[in-house]
């Protein structure tokens, strides 16, 4: 049998060793691992993988691309895209620091919880806080694109405005559905972070670890929120009295997430996607894709 070739691309210079182990226990035979590949260099790479097997045997070559430099990661995914041509392709996944099989799973587990398709009877609130981190963005992206309303919530207005004009650019979200907010810690009554807090169903914290980013006067003025999901693992927790391990917790009027209560969705995510883009060379595994992955895989399809 034709052995598995997991193409592993990296733009930090040592490659990831947990992408690394987590393509072998997802199936890979073998690993190529390649450091400091940037979108100038990876042609090459691509090449190789896509002219040393033919037919059928194609499709057991796949490659991953990763990295710390999220958006140089999705530059180097672009060109391997385009490298390809006609039936010279094999599959790929994209989750440079895991960005978005975090992402697809933390929207997985409010999906658990709370409608987020648009055509419910009241779209859901979502608020991302830190929305403007790797994660974050893709949370917000991945939400407004199942049809929230989403509002992006930063230190810097600048910066989650420039967030939301990217949704609506290149994403194609109506600006309707979308709100940039300031927020600098606390919560004061009367302030735009505790209106869309009062508003909120869903509450993911995607801050840098071991930032604080709802305290406790935050999280009463969060009275109606349905589902609070902290995907930081480093304490203090991102939202206080979020414990790390709480999956599912009901917590007053809410269910709780910690960061490991949702790792194991994204562990489930990431070997699934391995072993999709062994079983289709023209799988292409972004955001969107490994979230309707983790959509099948919760409903057991
Ligand atoms: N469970 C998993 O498997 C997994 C995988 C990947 C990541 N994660 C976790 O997910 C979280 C998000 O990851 P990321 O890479 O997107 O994070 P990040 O880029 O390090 O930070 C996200 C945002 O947090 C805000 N921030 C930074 N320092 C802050 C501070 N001191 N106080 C308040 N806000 C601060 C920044 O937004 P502004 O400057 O715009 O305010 C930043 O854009 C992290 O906690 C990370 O550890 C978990």
């Known amino acids: 049998m034709t052995k598995k070739v997991l193409i592993q691309l990296d ?13 072998v ?33 194609l499709a057991s070559t796949a490659i991953f ?14 060109r391997v895209r385009a490298t390809f041509f006609g039936p010279v392709r094999v599959g790929v996944l994209v989750d440079p620091s895991g960005a978005n099989t975090t992402a697809a ?83 004061l009554a009367g302030s735009a972070f505790a209106r869309v807090l009062g508003e909120a169903d869903v509450i993911v914290a995607a801050g840098a670890a071991g930032a604080v980013l709802l ?13 609070l999901i902290d995907l930081n693992a480093v304490p203090p927790s991102g939202i206080e009295g979020v414990s790390v391990g709480d999956k599912a917790k009901a917590d007053g009027g809410a269910v709780v997430y ?8 994204k562990m489930k995510i990431h070997k699934a996607a391995i072993s999709a883009i062994f079983a289709d060379p023209q799988a292409f595994l972004d955001a969107e894709e490994l979230l309707a992955l983790g959509e099948r895989l919760e409903s057991g399809g």
Request: hydrophobic share 45%; glycine share 18%.
């Open 105 to 187: 799973a933390a929207v997985v587990a409010a999906g658990r919880h709370v409608p987020l398709e648009s055509g419910a009877a009241r779209p859901c609130r979502a608020v991302v806080l830190g929305g403007t981190g790797p994660v974050g963005q893709r949370v917000a992206r991945l939400l407004a694109g199942k049809g929230a309303h989403v509002v992006v919530v930063s230190r810097s207005r600048d910066r989650a405005e420039s967030v939301v004009r990217r949704l609506i650019e290149t994403r194609g979200v109506p600006a309707s559905c979308l709100e940039a907010v300031e927020h600098h810690g606390g919560c």
């Open 25 to 57: 226990d997802a199936g890979a035979d073998v690993l190529l691992r390649h450091g400091g590949v940037t979108a100038d260099t990876v042609v090459p790479l691509v090449h190789g993988g896509m002219f040393t097997r033919g037919g059928a045997d």
């Open 215 to 227: 305290d406790a006067s935050g999280r009463r003025a969060a009275a109606g929120v349905r589902v």
């Open 11 to 23: 733009g930090d210079p040592q490659p990831s060793t947990f992408d690394a182990i987590v393509a």
């Open 65 to 78: 691309v990763g990295g710390s430099d999220v958006a140089a990661a999705e530059g180097v995914a672009a």
């Open 258 to 265: 910690g960061a490991i209560g949702v790792g194991g969705t």
